[in-house]
Protein backbone atom coordinates (compact mmCIF):
# COMPACT_ATOMS: atom_id res chain seq x y z
CA UNK A 1 0.00 0.00 0.00
CA UNK A 2 1.73 3.35 -1.09
CA UNK A 3 1.78 6.33 1.47
CA UNK A 4 1.61 9.82 0.66
CA UNK A 5 4.41 11.64 2.03
CA UNK A 6 4.03 14.90 3.87
CA UNK A 7 7.46 16.84 4.44
CA UNK A 8 7.09 19.39 6.78
CA UNK A 9 9.01 22.69 5.74
CA UNK A 10 6.87 25.15 6.89
CA UNK A 11 8.82 26.71 9.70
CA UNK A 12 10.95 29.75 9.73
CA UNK A 13 13.31 28.10 11.69
CA UNK A 14 14.08 31.42 13.86
CA UNK A 15 16.34 29.42 16.67
CA UNK A 16 19.25 29.14 13.80
CA UNK A 17 19.05 33.09 13.72
CA UNK A 18 19.20 33.42 9.70
CA UNK A 19 16.89 35.00 7.44
CA UNK A 20 15.76 32.53 5.30
CA UNK A 21 14.01 29.29 6.79
CA UNK A 22 16.66 26.60 7.96
CA UNK A 23 14.99 24.01 5.24
CA UNK A 24 16.64 26.80 2.89
CA UNK A 25 19.72 26.63 4.11
CA UNK A 26 22.81 25.21 1.90
CA UNK A 27 24.11 21.36 3.24
CA UNK A 28 27.24 20.26 1.00
CA UNK A 29 26.19 22.24 -2.27
CA UNK A 30 22.01 21.62 -2.01
CA UNK A 31 19.50 23.33 -0.04
CA UNK A 32 18.36 21.00 3.49
CA UNK A 33 15.26 19.82 1.96
CA UNK A 34 16.75 18.40 -1.09
CA UNK A 35 17.99 15.03 0.92
CA UNK A 36 15.17 14.50 2.16
CA UNK A 37 12.58 15.14 -1.08
CA UNK A 38 15.96 12.88 -2.51
CA UNK A 39 15.23 9.85 0.32
CA UNK A 40 11.64 9.42 -0.14
CA UNK A 41 11.91 10.25 -4.13
CA UNK A 42 13.67 6.87 -3.64
CA UNK A 43 11.34 4.95 -1.46
CA UNK A 44 9.34 2.31 -3.66
CA UNK A 45 6.64 2.53 -0.68
CA UNK A 46 6.63 6.52 -1.24
CA UNK A 47 3.32 7.19 -4.18
CA UNK A 48 3.52 11.34 -4.07
CA UNK A 49 5.27 13.84 -1.91
CA UNK A 50 3.71 17.07 -0.27
CA UNK A 51 5.96 19.91 0.34
CA UNK A 52 4.61 21.87 3.19
CA UNK A 53 6.25 25.45 2.77
CA UNK A 54 5.91 28.92 4.00
CA UNK A 55 3.39 30.58 2.10
CA UNK A 56 6.30 33.05 1.00
CA UNK A 57 8.47 30.39 -0.14
CA UNK A 58 5.89 28.88 -2.60
CA UNK A 59 7.90 29.01 -5.22
CA UNK A 60 10.98 28.12 -3.89
CA UNK A 61 10.07 24.89 -2.65
CA UNK A 62 8.26 24.26 -5.46
CA UNK A 63 11.48 24.79 -7.76
CA UNK A 64 13.31 22.45 -5.42
CA UNK A 65 10.41 19.50 -5.54
CA UNK A 66 10.59 19.77 -9.21
CA UNK A 67 14.30 19.36 -8.83
CA UNK A 68 14.68 16.52 -6.42
CA UNK A 69 11.91 14.70 -6.51
CA UNK A 70 13.48 12.69 -9.17
CA UNK A 71 10.23 11.45 -10.93
CA UNK A 72 7.45 11.30 -7.97
CA UNK A 73 4.14 12.73 -8.49
CA UNK A 74 4.27 16.44 -5.96
CA UNK A 75 2.61 19.00 -4.65
CA UNK A 76 3.88 22.32 -2.30
CA UNK A 77 1.25 23.83 -0.22
CA UNK A 78 1.17 26.31 2.46
CA UNK A 79 1.90 25.73 6.05
CA UNK A 80 0.13 27.43 9.11
CA UNK A 81 0.46 28.97 12.02
CA UNK A 82 2.07 25.94 14.09
CA UNK A 83 3.86 22.55 12.64
CA UNK A 84 0.09 20.80 13.32
CA UNK A 85 -1.63 22.95 11.17
CA UNK A 86 0.59 22.59 8.61
CA UNK A 87 1.04 19.22 8.19
CA UNK A 88 -3.33 19.09 8.35
CA UNK A 89 -3.11 21.37 5.44
CA UNK A 90 -0.41 18.84 3.69
CA UNK A 91 -3.24 15.96 4.40
CA UNK A 92 -5.96 17.87 2.39
CA UNK A 93 -3.81 17.82 -0.55
CA UNK A 94 -3.22 14.23 -0.38
CA UNK A 95 -4.86 12.29 -3.37
CA UNK A 96 -7.44 9.88 -2.23
CA UNK A 97 -6.13 7.01 -3.65
CA UNK A 98 -3.24 6.86 -0.96
CA UNK A 99 -4.45 5.06 2.45
CA UNK A 100 -1.47 5.75 4.39
CA UNK A 101 0.61 9.05 5.05
CA UNK A 102 4.41 9.61 5.95
CA UNK A 103 4.99 12.70 8.04
CA UNK A 104 8.35 13.81 7.71
CA UNK A 105 10.45 16.95 9.90
CA UNK A 106 12.31 18.80 6.10
CA UNK A 107 14.90 19.35 9.08
CA UNK A 108 15.91 15.85 9.15
CA UNK A 109 18.44 15.84 6.22
CA UNK A 110 19.60 12.18 7.26
CA UNK A 111 16.76 9.95 6.40
CA UNK A 112 17.46 6.51 4.13
CA UNK A 113 15.09 5.08 1.68
CA UNK A 114 15.16 1.87 3.34
CA UNK A 115 14.09 2.92 6.58
CA UNK A 116 11.59 5.10 5.19
CA UNK A 117 10.25 1.61 3.64
CA UNK A 118 10.53 -0.25 6.25
CA UNK A 119 8.37 1.72 8.39
CA UNK A 120 5.64 2.39 5.39
CA UNK A 121 5.30 -1.20 5.73
CA UNK A 122 5.08 -1.53 9.69
CA UNK A 123 2.57 0.89 9.24
CA UNK A 124 0.48 -0.81 6.51
CA UNK A 125 0.52 -4.04 9.15
CA UNK A 126 -0.13 -2.46 12.33
CA UNK A 127 -2.08 0.86 11.32
CA UNK A 128 0.50 3.07 12.82
CA UNK A 129 4.69 3.05 13.34
CA UNK A 130 7.27 5.56 13.82
CA UNK A 131 11.19 5.63 13.36
CA UNK A 132 12.81 6.45 17.29
CA UNK A 133 15.87 6.67 19.07
CA UNK A 134 17.00 4.58 21.64
CA UNK A 135 17.61 6.73 24.90
CA UNK A 136 21.57 6.57 26.41
CA UNK A 137 21.53 9.19 28.26
CA UNK A 138 20.35 9.11 32.28
CA UNK A 139 17.25 11.47 32.00
CA UNK A 140 15.94 13.01 34.76
CA UNK A 141 12.40 14.81 35.55
CA UNK A 142 12.95 17.63 37.11
CA UNK A 143 10.64 20.18 38.79
CA UNK A 144 11.95 24.21 39.45
CA UNK A 145 15.32 23.07 39.38
CA UNK A 146 15.51 20.09 41.91
CA UNK A 147 15.66 16.28 40.35
CA UNK A 148 12.40 14.68 41.27
CA UNK A 149 13.21 11.10 39.75
CA UNK A 150 15.38 9.18 37.64
CA UNK A 151 13.24 7.77 34.38
CA UNK A 152 13.75 4.24 33.54
CA UNK A 153 15.78 4.75 29.97
CA UNK A 154 14.60 1.50 28.78
CA UNK A 155 11.16 1.93 28.30
CA UNK A 156 12.57 5.22 26.43
CA UNK A 157 13.04 6.24 23.16
CA UNK A 158 13.26 9.56 21.38
CA UNK A 159 10.62 10.30 18.72
CA UNK A 160 12.37 10.93 14.85
CA UNK A 161 10.59 11.00 11.85
CA UNK A 162 8.69 9.35 9.61
CA UNK A 163 5.78 8.92 11.57
CA UNK A 164 3.50 6.83 9.44
CA UNK A 165 -0.42 6.04 9.83
CA UNK A 166 -3.26 5.28 8.02
CA UNK A 167 -4.61 8.60 6.52
CA UNK A 168 -8.21 8.15 8.05
CA UNK A 169 -6.95 8.08 11.86
CA UNK A 170 -4.63 10.95 11.92
CA UNK A 171 -6.98 12.87 10.03
CA UNK A 172 -9.81 11.84 12.55
CA UNK A 173 -6.93 12.37 15.37
CA UNK A 174 -6.32 16.25 13.46
CA UNK A 175 -10.80 16.83 14.01
CA UNK A 176 -10.28 16.01 17.79
CA UNK A 177 -7.24 17.48 18.78
CA UNK A 178 -9.11 20.73 16.98
CA UNK A 179 -11.82 20.44 18.65
CA UNK A 180 -10.53 19.94 22.43
CA UNK A 181 -7.56 22.21 22.21
CA UNK A 182 -4.91 19.87 22.24
CA UNK A 183 -1.77 20.59 20.10
CA UNK A 184 0.63 17.76 19.99
CA UNK A 185 4.22 17.91 19.42
CA UNK A 186 4.44 15.18 16.32
CA UNK A 187 1.61 12.78 14.68
CA UNK A 188 2.11 10.15 17.20
CA UNK A 189 1.18 12.76 20.15
CA UNK A 190 -2.04 12.93 18.37
CA UNK A 191 -2.85 9.43 17.59
CA UNK A 192 -2.11 8.39 21.11
CA UNK A 193 -4.76 11.51 22.40
CA UNK A 194 -7.24 9.78 19.70
CA UNK A 195 -6.43 6.32 21.31
CA UNK A 196 -4.64 4.79 18.52
CA UNK A 197 -1.78 2.53 19.13
CA UNK A 198 1.78 3.41 17.28
CA UNK A 199 4.55 0.90 16.82
CA UNK A 200 8.23 1.76 17.42
CA UNK A 201 11.17 1.07 15.06
CA UNK A 202 14.48 1.79 16.25
CA UNK A 203 16.30 3.60 13.65
CA UNK A 204 20.01 2.36 12.69
CA UNK A 205 20.74 5.39 10.83
CA UNK A 206 21.87 9.40 12.08
CA UNK A 207 18.48 10.98 11.97
CA UNK A 208 18.97 14.04 14.14
CA UNK A 209 16.84 17.13 13.18
CA UNK A 210 18.63 20.45 12.38
CA UNK A 211 17.49 22.66 14.85
CA UNK A 212 20.70 24.80 16.54
CA UNK A 213 23.41 26.15 15.32
CA UNK A 214 25.36 23.58 16.74
CA UNK A 215 23.33 20.85 14.78
CA UNK A 216 23.90 22.79 11.38
CA UNK A 217 27.78 22.76 11.91
CA UNK A 218 27.61 18.66 12.66
CA UNK A 219 25.58 18.17 9.83
CA UNK A 220 27.87 19.90 7.62
CA UNK A 221 30.83 17.69 9.40
CA UNK A 222 29.26 15.02 8.24
CA UNK A 223 28.59 15.65 4.93
CA UNK A 224 31.37 16.70 4.73
CA UNK A 225 33.69 13.56 6.39
CA UNK A 226 31.43 11.40 3.93
CA UNK A 227 32.50 13.36 0.79
CA UNK A 228 36.14 12.77 1.65
CA UNK A 229 36.09 9.22 2.13
CA UNK A 230 33.95 9.03 -1.41
CA UNK A 231 36.73 11.25 -3.15
Not at 198 to 205: L, P, R, T
Request: glycine share 8%; aromatic share 6%; proline share 3%.
Amino acid sequence: MLASAIIAAGGSGSRLGYREPKQFLDLNGKPIIAWSLEAFSMASEIGEIVVVAPIDHQDRARNYARTYCKGKPFKVVPGGGTRQESVRNGLFATEGTMELVAVHDAARPFIRPDEIDAICMMADELGAAILARKVDDTIKEVNEGIVTRTLDRSMLVAALTPQVCRKDDILAAHEKAAAEGFVGTDEASLLEYAGISVAVEISSSINFKITTEADLKIARALVGCTAGKEA
